[in-house]
């Protein structure tokens, strides 16, 4: 058997794979944008199938974008935006300026 090694070196490792940089983002995108759309969803006290009524979804579909499962295109953004009772801001910043 190998020698065991940390999560931090293994994930060095993996991050030093060509693209992995950016699908890393495109996960954390994913996830940041369901975390945010339950959380909401939650505040007004909706249910996942209520959600998916009010956007025209089924309730799985509303349950993967949440989980961070699919990328939402902005027509999809726009309609959960608007039955979450929001408005929906895209904004780009320089790399250096995003945390």
Same mark, same amino acid.
């Given at each position: &058997?190998?020698?065991?090694?940390?999560?931090?070196?293994?994930?060095?490792? !993996? &991050? =030093?794979? *060509?693209?992995?940089?950016? %699908?890393?983002?495109?996960?954390? !995108?994913?996830?940041? #944008?369901? /975390?945010?759309?339950?959380?909401?969803? /939650?505040?007004?006290?909706?249910?996942?199938?209520? $959600?998916?009524?009010?956007?025209? $979804?089924?309730? *799985?579909?509303?349950?993967?974008?949440?989980?961070?499962?699919? &990328?939402?295109? !902005? *027509?999809?953004? /726009?309609?959960?935006?608007? %039955? #979450?009772? &929001?408005?929906? =801001?895209?904004?780009?910043? *320089? #790399?250096? /300026?995003? =945390?």
């Amino acid at each position: &058997m190998g020698e065991r090694r940390t999560w931090a070196d293994k994930k060095a490792e !993996i &991050m =030093s794979r *060509p693209g992995a940089g950016a %699908a890393y983002e495109a996960a954390r !995108i994913r996830f940041e #944008l369901g /975390e945010a759309v339950r959380r909401r969803r /939650e505040q007004l006290g909706l249910t996942q199938a209520e $959600l998916a009524e009010r956007t025209g $979804l089924k309730q *799985p579909a509303v349950a993967r974008f949440e989980a961070g499962g699919t &990328m939402p295109t !902005i *027509p999809m953004l /726009e309609r959960l935006a608007e %039955a #979450l009772e &929001m408005r929906l =801001s895209v904004r780009l910043q *320089p #790399l250096r /300026e995003a =945390s």
